[in-house]
């Protein structure tokens, strides 16, 4: 009897269980089926079939763009100097600020000159003790000399009168540069710019002793105005160059603090080296900038762009061109709205465009955006990017 009762009650159970598991199951599908069909979706976009991947296309069009080299480039002064005493002796004032830009015979430092003038103030002395000795023995020559012609005095004596005479003339010599050196010694202790530039920050403080030995100096001057870059080009370039300066020798150069930041200063190039460096295969080149406003350091480190001209050719975007295992390849779409891998040659480029000097048509529609989801066979849809899209009617 609780059989036959318990049975038919365990039987509905089963069934509500079986109903709920259904149920949940349908829910389930409801829910989630969407995100499984994105999923498909996005596995069309990555080369399946039967989904259209959107990109942004462009058109292969005739056109010039600049021929350029890009390199890393340091700034280097034409000229540094170490500014330092010729003499020794105790730093008696400075003449300049940390950092001061000065023009050349500037005055910079005063080396205590005392000892240089009494030091030239003997030379003058003793340059004039021999003056008069000097003068002394030629008026005893010229006696000399008209008493031999009246027969009153020997050949010796006359020839011993004329050797005194030399002699002094000698003495003379050695007293007159050893003036000028005392000059030239005392000259030192003022020291001057030799160039026009801007200034370090100083070694010596008013006091000091210094020497001429000295290897720190007093201060670095640099010279600023102008100003050169030093850069170098692969060897493959070379030649590309030489051309190129034989139509235009200054050819215009560029420098950017950074890749595609804005134009810092324009140059001329001014130098190509005489020779190749070994073991980079590259040589150095050298271009001159005004500086006007000192923005360019010694020792910076800025992008160089050099301009070699103009090329005409099948212009596209730089972006467009893909580089893979293959080498370099473009996606071309064609009239059936497929895109295909085509490989291409490249030439020069300005940072935006590139030539392709083979593999490319004018005309063909390139993709530009949305290359990272396209296989071989990938059905795309052209859209047009917003920047790129018409602007409204501000009344609409």
Known sequence: MINSKTQPVGARRRFWVWALLCAGVAVALWLFWP??????????????????????????ESGQIDRTLRALG??????????RSRVDGPLESLHFTDGQSVKA?????????????IQLQQAQGQQAQHAAQLDNARRDLARYEQLFKQDSVARQQLDTARAQVREMQGQ????????????????????????TGRLGLRKVDVGNMVHASDADGLVVLTQNQPIDVVFAIPQTRLQALLDARRTEAGLQTQLLGQAGGPVLATGRLIAVDNQIDVATG????????????????PNQF??????LGLESGLVVPLRAVQRGSVGEYVYRVDAELKAHVVPVVTGVDDGRRVVVESGLQQGDSLVVEGTDRLREGSLVEVVTPPAAAAPQDPGS
């Open 172 to 195: 003379a010599t050695i007293d007159q540069a050893a003036v000028d050196n005392a000059r030239l010694q005392l000259s030192y202790t003022r020291i001057t710019a030799p160039v």
């Open 74 to 83: 340091t700034v280097n002064a034409p000229a540094t100097i170490t500014i």
């Open 302 to 307: 800025v992008q160089v762009r050099l301009r």
């Open 35 to 60: 995100q499984g069909a994105d999923q498909s979706a996005s596995r069309g976009f990555r080369g399946g079939s039967g989904q259209a991947t959107p990109v942004s296309v462009v058109s292969v």
């Open 105 to 117: 015979g500037d005055l910079l430092a005063v080396i205590d000159p005392r000892p240089f003038q």
């Open 282 to 297: 590259t040589v150095q080149l050298k271009a001159r900038f005004d500086n006007a406003d000192e923005s360019l350091f």
